[in-house]
């Protein structure tokens, strides 16, 4: 399932926080869930990557431009370009984890501020 609403009995608000935990014995991805009424709960979820409008395009420039990502040479950071405001900013660990196939868990909210917050997957990583 899409993890949106808290799982707590009763509650259904919407996800303030999530934070990857991993996987379970399933294979399944657990994240650590806080709602805005202050519920936590682990709950698996997963990221419905054709609903995601989040997808990334390489880019050979840096600063990547909006909706493309970069390979930093040396450290091999991953940076984003911001298809809210055009600023560039890190997939940062540990914070994030990224998928085999691109997919960036938990999702990627923009650090200057400018609301821009997606479940996002990286093209052609
Ligand atoms: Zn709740
Ligand atoms: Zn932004």
């Given at each position: 399932?899409?993890?949106?609403?808290?799982?707590?009995?009763?509650?259904?608000?919407?996800?303030?926080?999530?934070?990857?935990?991993?996987?379970?014995?399933?294979?399944?991805?657990?994240?650590?869930?806080?709602?805005?009424?202050?519920?936590?709960?682990?709950?698996?979820?997963?990221?419905?990557?054709?609903?995601?409008?989040?997808?990334?395009?390489?880019?050979?420039?840096?600063?990547?431009?909006k909706g493309?990502?970069?390979?930093?040479?040396?450290?091999?950071?991953?940076?984003?370009g911001?298809p809210?405001?055009?600023?560039?900013?890190?997939?940062?660990?540990?914070?994030?984890?990224?998928?085999?196939?691109?997919?960036?868990?938990?999702?990627?909210?923009?650090?200057?501020?400018?609301?821009?917050?997606?479940?996002?997957?990286?093209?052609?990583?």
């Amino acid at each position: 399932m899409l993890l949106q609403k808290c799982p707590f009995k009763g509650c259904g608000a919407r996800i303030t926080l999530l934070t990857y935990l991993g996987k379970d014995e399933l294979k399944r991805d657990i994240a650590l869930v806080v709602c805005s009424q202050g519920h936590q709960s682990v709950a698996p979820f997963t990221i419905p990557v054709d609903e995601a409008d989040g997808l990334f395009t390489p880019s050979e420039l840096f600063p990547p431009p909006k909706g493309q990502w970069f390979r930093t040479p040396g450290d091999s950071k991953i940076l984003i370009g911001c298809p809210g405001c055009g600023s560039s900013g890190p997939v940062a660990e540990p914070i994030h984890h990224i998928e085999s196939d691109g997919t960036v868990v938990p999702s990627w909210t923009c650090p200057y501020g400018c609301g821009y917050h997606q479940f996002i997957r990286l093209k052609d990583l």
